[in-house]
């Protein structure tokens, strides 16, 4: 018969403190309820956790996911995430939203970096807890610089990214045997002093696969009709999810030609991702505007 093994926390090589697994008795969601760890009081330096939140639904955190959290100093995590997450983490732990920028304000990454590096440099743990994956479009690579050039330990955790829950909660494939043998993730929205080459949609238009759009919501009519300019069909089937995960989730199908329309008519409003090509139009009981 086959037992279950918990492990306590371990120390890493760099000498910071390192969650470890959790039994699966710990409850249905994997609390990771693990003791609190003794805090390093300014004896050595801590380690920052790139945690991936997921698309939304607090049960699709990894398991690795929530041992982070038990053993947070400080949780620093962005306005998207669900905050039922934050339960994984210790009550004594700090817990600071990083900001929501239509409310007016919204920490610059530079601060952010700062506010992570002092923590770990004052021995805390720390847990940057971010929306989907910490690598697709989540500003980790920035993230991960900035702690490398501080020399502080870290440790990135993947998450589920919006576009595999679009798959597994509204239904849609991203890949298809017959429809679409390869995915784009592509970005709506660039920095506003981005250096370097447009996004190539005449190649996009052309790509034999699926496309989805991350921040696409305010710029649709751009690029939409970059891609209708390349030779993508105004009938190619679209599909876009808000709040993929989420119990309020939507799902709106309609095609590349009205795409922007339809957002705009229907005042659709991020976060959503936006799935365009063939496999779309291939999910069950879909309904086209």
Not at 83 to 90: F, G, I, K
Not at 157 to 161: A, D, E, H, L, Y
Not at 195 to 208: I, Q, R, T
């Given at each position: 018969m086959a037992t279950r093994?918990?492990?306590?926390?371990?120390?890493?090589?760099?000498?910071a403190r390192v969650p470890g697994p959790v039994s699966r008795d710990d409850g249905p969601f994997f609390?990771?309820?693990?003791?609190?760890?003794t805090q390093n009081s300014g004896k050595g330096i801590g380690k920052v956790f790139l945690v991936g939140a997921g698309p939304g639904d607090p049960t699709l955190i990894t398991i690795r996911g929530t041992q982070c959290l038990a053993a947070a100093d400080l949780v620093l995590y962005d306005y998207l995430i669900n905050?039922?997450?934050?339960?994984?983490?210790?009550e004594s732990s700090e817990q600071i939203c990083m900001g929501h920028p239509h409310n007016g304000y919204a920490r610059l990454q530079d601060d952010v970096n700062q506010q992570m590096i002092a923590a770990a440099r004052n021995g805390r743990t720390v847990v940057r807890l971010k929306s989907g994956d910490p690598h697709i479009f989540g500003r980790g690579a920035e993230e991960v610089a900035a702690l490398v050039a501080a020399q502080v330990p870290f440790e990135v955790?993947?998450?589920?990214?919006a576009a595999a829950a679009v798959a597994s909660h509204a239904g849609i494939p991203i890949t298809h045997r017959d429809a679409a043998s390869a995915v784009a993730l592509i970005t709506g929205h660039r920095r506003a002093d981005q250096?370097?080459?447009?996004?190539?949609?005449?190649?996009?238009?052309?790509?034999?696969g699926t496309l989805v759009f991350y921040m696409g919501i305010t710029t649709s009519r751009q690029w939409s009709q970059s891609l209708l300019s390349g030779g993508r069909s105004a009938d190619t089937p679209v599909a876009i999810v808000r709040r993929a995960s989420w119990p309020d989730q939507e799902t709106i199908h309609c095609t590349l030609g009205s795409v922007a329309d339809v957002i705009q008519q229907r005042d659709l409003?991020?976060?959503?991702?936006?799935v365009v090509g063939q496999a779309v139009g291939l999910t069950p009981g879909r309904m086209v505007d």
């Open positions: 093994r918990s492990f306590a926390g371990r120390s890493s090589a760099d000498g609390n990771a309820r693990q003791p609190k760890m905050p039922e997450l934050l339960r994984y983490a210790p955790v993947p998450g589920v990214t250096n370097g080459a447009e996004l190539d949609y005449a190649s996009l238009a052309d790509f034999p409003r991020a976060p959503a991702v936006i």
